[in-house]
């Protein structure tokens, strides 16, 4: 592999990063998770599309700036590095985005793309319910084909940004013979429908963008499937495959965390205090799976831009960033002791309350985008093919 960027890609990131530099706002944005922080973000993502920085490698008739995959972890090194706001709609254009590419018709494409990029559209991601987190294919909410409509029934939960979001996709079970994973359409839902209930559900810190969002006879038009009716399990996992492999958690998060931690450390040895030794391995360490996660992105992205696809390795992909991000919080909290347990707003926090905060976050990784033992599970049959029990 040759890691060395073309000068274009030098250029590509000096370009980037003088935009950046002039336009990311002073002073961090409010919380995405409360209705005030959700449309000064979207205000933000505007910003991005107007200038061509929302979506980099998608196509400009989308929205997007025409770049590989490459430019695309390029700019978003800048875009951690210049403390760049978090991208409200990242359901929408890291998960579903690619996933219309993929699967859209043209009209899907020209219909949902381009709103989606300016997030004058956001999305959430409607996979789970009281009764199918893990087991997904357990899903019961309904979608009834009615002439042109379908007519859709039942409950999702832990739906992020829900609370504030225009839109939802998720996975319904169109043929009520089926069972499992079979019988399953990918269907887009308009939040604002008659018949749709958002619910807030309040999380750890109090803030409110997870919903549970109730379905009652909410008629959605044919044209809102994507890709064939009954076959939406292999869309849906398209859509995982993209948010545990590449898209949702770029290595520059975590570079930009693992700086963080090495300045944390040096700021403690600098002001005389005694570290563990053990602490000062850690921080090694986590500087180092950084950026062993960086390369071994950087390789899946060559492999895909000669053709390759994302697969069962998505779930070790997940695995090893969740996990990364929970020790690298725990190792900053250790690292302040005391201190580490201030929120942002506390006057002693002095610049240290984001770790609490962060790492209240990190404990989700290995949950959310299906847990880390669902990862195991998938490892162990399909990559390992072990059997099943
Ligand atoms: C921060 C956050 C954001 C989220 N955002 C969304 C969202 O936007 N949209 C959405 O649809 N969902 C979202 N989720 C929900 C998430 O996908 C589910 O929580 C997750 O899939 C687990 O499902 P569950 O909570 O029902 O737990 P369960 O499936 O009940 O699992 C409980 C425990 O049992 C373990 N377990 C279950 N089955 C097995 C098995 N076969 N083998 C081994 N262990 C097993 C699990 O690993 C887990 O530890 C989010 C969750 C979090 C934490």
Excluded: C
Aim: charged share 25%.
């Amino acid at each position: 592999m040759d890691l060395t960027f073309t000068p274009e890609e030098e250029a590509f990131r000096k370009e980037a990063r003088s935009w950046l530099d002039a336009n990311v706002p002073r002073q961090p944005l409010p919380s995405l998770d409360t209705a005030e922080g959700f449309e000064r973000h979207r205000e933000w993502e505007h910003e991005l599309n107007a200038a061509g920085w929302a979506m980099v490698p998608w196509p400009v008739e989308f929205g997007g700036r025409g770049a590989n995959l490459i430019e695309w972890l390029i700019f978003e090194e800048e875009y951690y590095r210049a403390g760049a706001p978090g991208r409200v709609n990242q359901n929408g254009i890291f998960l579903l985005g690619p996933t219309i590419m993929e699967y859209g018709t043209a009209e899907q494409k020209a219909r949902y793309l381009p709103k989606m990029a300016s997030s004058e559209e956001v999305w959430g991601q409607g996979w789970s319910e009281p009764n199918a987190g893990s087991d997904m294919a357990a899903i019961q909410a309904t979608a009834e084909r009615q002439g042109e409509h379908y007519v859709v029934n039942g409950q999702k939960t832990w739906v992020s940004r829900g609370s504030y979001a225009d839109w939802l996709f998720g996975l319904f079970r169109t043929d009520p013979e089926s069972e499992r994973h079979r019988g399953l359409s990918f269907v887009l839902v308009p939040l604002d429908a008659e018949g749709v209930t958002v619910r807030p559900i309040p999380q750890l810190d109090g803030e409110a963008g997870f919903a549970e969002v109730f379905l009652d006879d909410v008629r959605v038009p044919v044209e809102n499937l994507l890709g064939e009716e009954n076959k939406g399990w292999s869309v849906a996992m398209a859509t995982a495959g993209f948010e545990r492999g590449l898209m949702l958690r770029s290595p520059a998060r975590f570079q930009n965390t693992a700086r963080k931690l090495v300045a944390l450390y040096k700021e403690a040895v600098g002001r005389g205090e005694s570290v563990d030794p053990g602490l000062r391995e850690a921080v090694t360490r986590a500087w180092m799976d950084a950026e062993a996660y960086t390369l071994n992105t950087y390789q899946t992205v060559s492999r895909l831009l000669e053709g390759g696809k994302i697969g069962a390795e998505a779930s070790l992909n997940k695995i090893f960033w969740s996990e990364l991000d929970v020790k690298m919080h725990e190792t900053a909290l250790a690292l302040l002791g005391a201190r580490g347990q201030l929120l942002p707003e506390a006057p002693a926090a002095e610049g240290v309350g984001g770790w609490l905060d962060g790492y209240l976050f990190a404990l989700s990784g290995p949950i959310y985008a299906g847990t880390n033992e669902i990862q195991r599970n998938v490892i162990a049959e399909r990559i390992l093919g072990l059997p099943r029990s």
